[in-house]
């Protein structure tokens, strides 16, 4: 069973915007920090915000100021508003929560062109 389903990436050029959205399985949602991540070629995995079950935010230093994370608890997703995009943002973005406790989804690929 998918419990984590990542969408919403692209291509688009420096300055521009996208928004990610990641469908979570309830049983997970309702109960766990969520956080996006992102990877990009040769690089570990990095962690890139969060958000609790209240809603306490945090960012990396790379992002603050750029992306804003969100979740809607009535339909089990979280969202990752990502704007003023810089070519080093391009990665595979996924959700997962905080601990990296499921197993990884698919993952959508954002390509920030300069």
């Known amino acids: 069973q998918v419990q984590l389903v990542e969408s919403g990436g692209g291509l688009v050029q420096a300055g521009g915007s996208l928004r990610l959205s990641c469908a979570v399985s309830?049983?997970?949602?309702?109960?766990?920090?969520m956080a996006w991540y992102r990877q990009a070629p040769g690089i570990e995995r990095e962690l890139v915000a969060r958000?609790?079950?209240?809603?306490?935010?945090n960012y990396a230093d790379s992002v603050k100021g750029r992306f804003t994370i969100s979740r809607d608890n009535a339909k089990n997703t979280v969202y990752l508003q990502m704007n003023t995009l810089r070519p080093e943002d391009t990665a595979v973005y996924y959700c997962?929560?905080?601990?990296?406790?499921?197993?990884w989804g698919q993952g959508t690929q954002v390509t920030v062109s300069s």
């Open positions: 958000i609790g079950t209240r809603g306490t935010t």
């Open positions: 309830r049983i997970i949602f309702s109960s766990n920090t």
């Open positions: 997962n929560t905080l601990g990296r406790t499921q197993a």
